[in-house]
T-cell receptor
Framework: AQSVTQLGSHVSVSEGALVLLRCNYSSSVPPYLFWYVQYPNQGLQLLLKYTTGATLVKGINGFEAEFKKSETSFHLTKPSAHMSDAAEYFCAVSHAGGTSYGKLTFGQGTILTVHP | DSGVTQTPKHLITATGQRVTLRCSPRSGDLSVYWYQQSLDQGLQFLIQYYNGEERAKGNILERFSAQQFPDLHSELNLSSLELGDSALYFC?????????????FGEGSWLTVV
């Protein structure tokens, strides 16, 4: 079975500081990994995804994530936080095969607060 | 705008009642997913359809059912509602439902059971 663990339900940073949101996954087969963002009272929006190929993935709004198979991690980073980045972030995994084909399994989410 | 449309956006109903949530996927997407988001359970996968056929089932209660119609829109039916069913229900869609495909989410339907 696949699962996702997001370390830290709340992360607080100052505007301009580095953003680091941690995600570890568990999957018995090569995973497909995603980061989604949810702004208040809105749906989930895809930030970036890893399927195959380059392990450093760049997404929207200056975010990027690196797939590290040896560490089973897919941490999300942004060099300089902006006030508009305040939202909840979800890491998710999917994989091919079996009854889980195509579905996303989400982590519990990390709420990012950005202070002026 | 993801292109996934959900109605209604908000719904308040009493315990024991039945409601239907409706979803129109993005144009051209064949696969539809339903997720439930609540404070205690987080984002939980309920069910997936592909081109009218059920493809995968998750933590969907027997009181809940769904279907995807020939025009590819989908409905989630929730019956014998309980207070604990209060949640945000998301519909999402993707092209062929494959594991690397981007899944696009609607803005959700807020269900409050009183």
């Amino acid at each position: 079975a696949q699962s996702v663990t997001q370390l830290g339900s709340h992360v607080s940073v100052s505007e301009g500081a580095l953003v680091l949101l941690r995600c570890n996954y568990s999957s018995s087969v090569p995973p497909y990994l995603f980061w989604y963002v949810q702004y208040p009272n809105q749906g989930l929006q895809l930030l970036l995804k890893y399927t195959t190929g380059a392990t450093l993935v760049k997404g929207i709004n200056g975010f990027e994530a690196e797939f590290k198979k040896s560490e089973t991690s897919f941490h999300l980073t942004k060099p300089s936080a902006h006030m508009s980045d305040a939202a909840e972030y979800f890491c998710a995994v999917s994989h091919a095969g079996g009854t889980s084909y195509g579905k996303l399994t989400f982590g519990q989410g990390t709420i990012l607060t950005v202070h002026p | 705008d993801s292109g996934v449309t959900q109605t209604p956006k908000h719904l308040i109903t009493a315990t024991g009642q039945r409601v239907t949530l409706r979803c129109s996927p993005r144009s051209g997407d064949l696969s539809v997913y339903w997720y439930q988001q609540s404070l205690d359970q987080g984002l939980q996968f309920l069910i997936q359809y592909y081109n009218g056929e059920e493809r995968a089932k998750g933590n969907i209660l027997e009181r809940f059912s769904a279907q995807q119609f020939p025009d590819l829109h989908s409905e989630l039916n929730l019956s014998s509602l309980e207070l604990g069913d209060s949640a945000l229900y998301f519909c999402a869609s993707s092209g062929d439902g494959g594991p690397g495909n981007t899944i696009y989410f609607g803005e959700g339907s807020w269900l409050t059971v009183v």
